[in-house]
């Protein structure tokens, strides 16, 4: 049987290549469907304080009832002179205190899981800028390029209002990358909500985050600091690609770079779809569906 976060990622659409898009989607009134380990813990995280509260709010508010019944001026007309009981401050002290040890333990967890580093597979620099992402990959000379939001009159089928860029972030699924942030002008911030990402890019300063990718898929985020007029140009767009089609696109990226171009706009989805024409042809009687995008998604 299908889980509740299972048959939300079941409903994901596809774009041409395949690919499931993690998007925001209407009326969607819990975090998107986590796709990495760190959004996964934050996700646990808050569902585990959210019942604590739950049971605080919940008691307060049976004894607030009591109160209000059995003291009322009608049935109590002469008022109480206890001003102390120490069984009552004991608890309202050891109790809370207890509550605040149980939610620290995990939350120092989740802290030191997300400040973890090592065994990185690759470093990506982010930069933020008035109002465009650019993008450097450390550990591949020259590939570095900008990604702008495509204008709406521009979009094609598949594409998303705000949030579908002209040159997406790839990235490699199921390996560990770990994000340089930083701005060239003013506070932004680098979010990606399905991939527990939140950073903020401030001038001068570099600050890290790591994800890992759980599938191939195209997740969005985009800047959420309010950063100038043209805050909402500043969108997201993270391609995961099976290990040995990212490997094909960073070599096609080398190759631009040397040329002085950045890497064409969803090559990506090329390098997708030889592969899936591959691998139907070595199957006997396999033969694919129809790669026509879907329709334009304008939330």
Same mark, same amino acid.
């Given at each position: 049987?299908?889980?509740? /976060?299972?048959? !939300? ?60 019944? /059995?003291?009322?001026?009608? /049935? ?35 802290? +030191?899981?997300?400040?973890? +580093?090592?065994?990185? +597979? ?15 990959? &450390? ?59 939140? /950073? ?18 195209? +997740? ?16 997201? #767009?993270?391609?995961? &690609? ?30 997708? #779809? ?7 042809? !070595?199957?006997?009687?396999?033969? &694919? ?11």
């Amino acid at each position: 049987m299908l889980s509740f /976060r299972d048959a !939300a990622a079941a409903e994901f659409v596809k774009n041409a290549a395949g690919f499931p898009i993690h998007a925001p989607r209407p009326w969607e009134w819990w975090f998107q469907p986590a796709a990495s380990p760190i959004q996964k813990a934050i996700d646990w995280m808050m569902q585990f304080v959210l019942w604590i509260m739950f049971g605080v709010v919940a008691l307060v508010g049976v004894l607030l009832g009591i109160v209000m019944v /059995r003291f009322h001026a009608s /049935r109590h007309p002469v008022p109480t002179t206890t001003t102390h009981n120490t069984v009552i401050e004991v608890l309202w002290t050891v109790v809370p205190a207890l509550l605040l040890i149980v939610i620290f333990v995990p939350s120092l967890n989740m802290i +030191y899981q997300q400040s973890n +580093y090592k065994h990185r +597979y690759m470093t990506v620099r982010v930069i933020g800028h008035q109002w465009f992402w650019e993008y450097d990959y &450390l550990g591949a000379k020259g590939v570095d390029f900008t990604s702008y939001a495509i204008p709406p009159n521009q979009l094609k089928p598949g594409e998303i209002r705000q949030l579908s860029a002209d040159h997406p972030l790839v990235l490699p699924a199921g390996k560990k990358v770990v994000f340089q942030i930083t701005s060239k002008d003013v506070l932004h911030s680098f979010f990606i909500p399905s991939l527990g990402v939140q /950073r903020y890019a401030i001038p001068g300063q570099i600050w890290h985050q790591w994800t890992q990718i759980d599938a191939p898929g195209v +997740y969005y985020g985009e800047c959420n600091q309010i950063c100038g007029m043209n805050h909402d140009d500043m969108p997201i #767009e993270v391609v995961a &690609l099976p290990m040995k089609q990212f490997q094909a696109w960073l070599a096609e990226a080398k190759k631009d770079a040397a040329q002085g171009n950045v890497p064409k706009v969803h090559k990506y989805e090329v390098l997708a #779809e030889q592969a899936a024409k591959a691998k139907a042809a !070595a199957l006997p009687g396999v033969t &694919l569906a129809s790669a026509a995008a879907p329709p334009a998604v304008t939330h």
